[in-house]
């Protein structure tokens, strides 16, 4: 007990988790109570096979994206925060156009295959509706997540760890599609919210500090 004690108060900053219970709060209740009005899948979409291995690797998402919030808090406080804005920013502007834009695809096949795969996909099915796909929630946080990872120095350390990382959030992006979860535009209104908050948190503070710095080197240079 007193392990758990010192680990929270030194950590008390994973706390701000609990905001987003409010946010899935909210997406629950526009899953029950919107009627959707925009379909988002096009006849492109029709045109890309459906893979049930790729259950596999959206399934993964359930473990790589609290992996990236439990790695990076507990390695580097300014990481967490920045992680944090971004899936609750980008949760929230989800949440924002569900509400505007009530959603929905229909793409989903029908399936009477009783493999491990099919089953794992039906379950999907049964849990998670069709409504208020776009953005896709899968592809914000991946980015989110391996965004985080990606600038960490203490995952920098990690053999293959940013391949890995990489290579897995694009697996997850794939996957929302080939199991018919989402449409082509789903994914590509996810990745437009990510890339935003990508830019606001990772891109612009650091040319900030890059002039800054820059700057300030260049004072002391003129006074030595």
């Not at 096979?49 to 992996?67: A, C």
């Not at 992006?173 to 535009?185: D, G, M, N, R």
């Not at 994914?187 to 890059?210: D, M, N, T």
């Amino acid at each position: 007990m007193k392990k758990i004690h010192i680990f929270i108060s030194q950590h008390k900053y994973f706390y701000l988790l609990l905001l987003l219970i409010p946010l899935q709060i909210w997406f629950q209740y526009l899953e029950l109570t919107l009627i959707p009005q925009y379909m988002t899948q096009t006849q492109f979409d029709r045109k890309i096979p459906f893979i049930k291995e790729f259950v596999i690797p959206y399934l993964t998402w359930f473990v790589f994206v609290p992996y990236g919030v439990i790695y990076v808090g507990l390695h580097s406080k300014r990481d967490f925060y920045k992680l944090f804005v971004f899936l609750f920013g980008g949760m929230a502007v989800a949440n924002l156009m569900f509400t505007l834009f009530p959603n929905a695809q229909d793409l989903r096949p029908v399936l009477h295959s009783t493999d491990p795969f099919s089953l794992l996909v039906k379950g999907i099915y049964m849990i998670d509706p069709p409504t208020n796909v776009c953005p896709s929630l899968h592809v914000i946080d991946s980015i989110a997540a391996n965004t985080a990872l990606q600038h960490s120095e203490a995952f920098s350390s990690k053999k293959y760890g940013r391949a890995v990382s990489s290579s897995i959030t694009v697996l997850i992006c794939l996957s929302t599609v080939l199991i018919k979860q989402h449409a082509i535009f789903d994914v590509i209104c996810g990745i437009i919210v990510a890339a935003f908050f990508y830019l606001a948190l990772y891109r612009l503070p650091f040319s900030h500090f890059r002039e800054t710095y820059a700057q300030n080197s260049s004072i002391s240079g003129r006074a030595t």
